[in-house]
């Protein structure tokens, strides 16, 4: 019997296991089930929020590739306008760095879900020549209507003038609106509205 070595569990009165020596079902249920049930509440609500501000990071980032943003000098309303197209009061602006002939260039500016630049405003005419920093002629929004004899904005509105020469096409020239051939190929200007904030 020497030998023997005897092991006993002691249940003294008043004392308690150390937690990491209770079983693990016991020292769960110790919490009330509504610490429990708020305890997953707030994970989910993590998770949610998590998610919201990964969606909202992503969506900020396309924004922000997508559009660029320029205040307005009236007020202090801003305005929006697609990325590469230029703000100018509230309009947004886009210039070509390729030529084409007057139909393509007006074709693209429609897929660009604008239209070639019409204007009357020599303040923008003066704005259009800092952008453009050419010498050459750009295409603008204007042509010679045979039937009605007219010069016509590709908006629709009449342009009240008569440019000389024998040329369909309108192009802005220093300043300046001028008549071309439309078959030449020049630079083009495409103009829309801004999105206002």
Known sequence: ??????YADLNI???RLPRSSQPHSEYFHQCPHWHQLVLKIGAAGYVVLLMTVIVLSVWGKSLHTSYSL???SQGSRCV?????????KEKCYWVSKETRMWNSSHEDCIRKSSHLLVTQDQEEMDYIQTITSE??????????KSP?????WVDGSPFNENLPGERDCGVLKRNQIASETCSAELKWICR???LLI
Do not use: H, Q
């Open 1 to 6: 019997m020497a030998g023997e070595v005897v």
């Open 13 to 15: 009165p008043g004392t």
């Open 70 to 72: 320029a205040s307005v």
């Open 80 to 88: 929006l306008c697609p990325r590469y197209w230029l703000p100018y």
């Open 135 to 144: 010498k050459n002629s750009v295409w603008i929004g204007l042509n010679f």
């Open 148 to 152: 009605e004899r007219t010069w016509i």
């Open 192 to 194: 829309k509205d801004a």
